[in-house]
């Protein structure tokens, strides 16, 4: 009876290894052998299960705590190539981890296109930046570009981001309860957000009601593009109808107010980025259509408060972990506002950059924390990068948080060290928290200037005290504790 038993294992051990292997040829045959002699190689690696390609692999790692460690099996099985073929997010790519491939990538827009997962591509709209291409990218990066970034822009915001950050920080040391670090950054980042696009209008729409749907979408965007009931998928593009119905009766309510206001010759109010938008034109009078305007904001709202919440939480959460990092930073911030004169109120552009410490403690928390793992690009025709081929249509998955935790390049890379960055020139490529090239993150100056004054309050005035300090933490889908971030906000008497 026993050796019936072992018997039937041991066939069924057989038929398991035969399908796995089959399968796997077949996957391999199908997205490589059908390429037929190529006149370079493709990099090393597998594509995987049919469907499935890598992404048992990846979950994996970093469900496990080490997120690293997908990776590091990479490098181990295939040497550290710094290239590597393989199935995932749906499409056949090639993952590239060193500096100078990263770099060629993300600048190469000849050979290189946008190449996020379809999701992505629906939900963030038709002319959003993350679809359009060429000419049209260009001509909507020009017009968008001072209307966000631009100096006189940016001053004017601080006034208002530093009253909802001091007001916000204030209420959550009065709790008599632990906060999550991470719901109070996105509520502050959110009420900033609106305020910088829509302004006045923002008493107008339920604030909460707006940040839940686009929880809704940001969920939907790291999905599988199914559109069926129940999927996170198909409520993101219920939120996306949503948002798009908000953001046009607000529209249409500005175009109407700017009418009435050049009929009677009155003053305009201040405007917001909404209405800078509606009026931008192009060198030949052309401004932007009113679906341009609204995936844009659409787009920029979602990033605006989604990616700096994660930021100041993970440099709270640092700082709070480093008492001396702590201790410098604030002594930076009060010998700042000592110099301050005595006719100036409140923050000011000008000694944002004077804040030299802070940003060091900024730019070590995008590289420690790297809550992007990977940004998307896509070969429009077949690619020799570094003496292998990307085929045509591949994805080229420049895997960011590999980059900013390797030790050839940051050496005890796990470690928070800002001091790593006196005097410290990262080479090309090897610091990329918000990309490269023409398609880096056009809110980039804008995120760091609201992180900038939240931790500017925060040091002057506060402590934090962290109720889990040493909490997993969970990198799907995003990097973040699994209490949130969880803590006490003290203020200094």
Known sequence: MEFIIWSILAVLLGVYVFVFQFLKGFNEWYYVGRLGKTQYPLPPGDMG????????????????????????????????????????????????????TCRRVLTDDETFKLGYPKAVRILTGRTSFHNLSGSEHKRLRRLTTSPINGHEELAGHIDMIEGIVATAIEECASMKKPIELLTECRRIGFQVITNIFISSYCKTINISSVESLYNDLNIGMKSQAINLPGFAFHRGLKARKKLIKIFQSILEQKKAEMKANMNSNQTEAKKDLMDLLLGVRDEDGRGLEEEDIIDLIIV??????????????????????????????????????????????????????????????????????????????????????????????????????????????????????????????????????????????????????????????????????????????????????????????????
């Not at 970093?62 to 199935?87: A, C, Q, V, W």
């Not at 001396?324 to 700042?336: M, N, P, T, W």
């Open 49 to 100: 299960w049919p469907f499935i390609g890598s992404l048992r692999a990846f979950l994996k790692a970093f469900r496990s705590g080490d997120p690293e460690s997908f990776m590091h099996n990479l490098f181990s099985k295939y040497e550290k190539t710094g290239i590597y073929k393989t199935y995932l997010f749906g499409s056949p790519c090639v993952i590239v981890t060193i500096p100078e």
């Open 300 to 493: 920029f709202m979602l990033a605006g408060h989604e990616s700096s919440a994660h930021i100041s939480m993970w440099a709270v959460i640092y700082l709070s972990q480093h008492p001396e990092v702590f201790r410098k930073a604030k002594e930076e911030q009060v010998e700042i506002v000592k110099r301050r004169p005595s006719t100036q109120k409140g923050l000011s552009l000008a000694e944002i950059r004077q804040m030299d410490y802070l940003s060091k403690v900024i730019n070590e928390t995008l590289r420690r924390a790297s809550i992007t793992v990977s940004i998307f690009r896509e070969a429009k025709v077949d690619v020799n990068l570094n003496g292998y081929l990307i085929p045509k249509g591949w994805k080229a998955l420049v895997w960011n948080r590999s980059v900013h935790m390797d030790p050839e390049l940051y050496e005890n890379p796990k470690q928070f060290d800002p001091s790593r960055w006196d005097n410290y020139k990262p080479k090309l490529g090897s610091f990329i928290p918000f990309g490269a090239g023409v398609r880096v993150c056009p809110g980039s100056a804008l995120a760091r200037l609201e992180i900038s004054a939240f931790l500017h309050y925060l040091l002057l005035n506060y402590t934090v005290e962290l109720v889990n300090p040493d909490c997993p933490v969970t990198y799907v889908p995003t990097a973040r504790p699994t209490d949130l971030g969880l803590a006490r906000i003290i203020k200094v008497t």
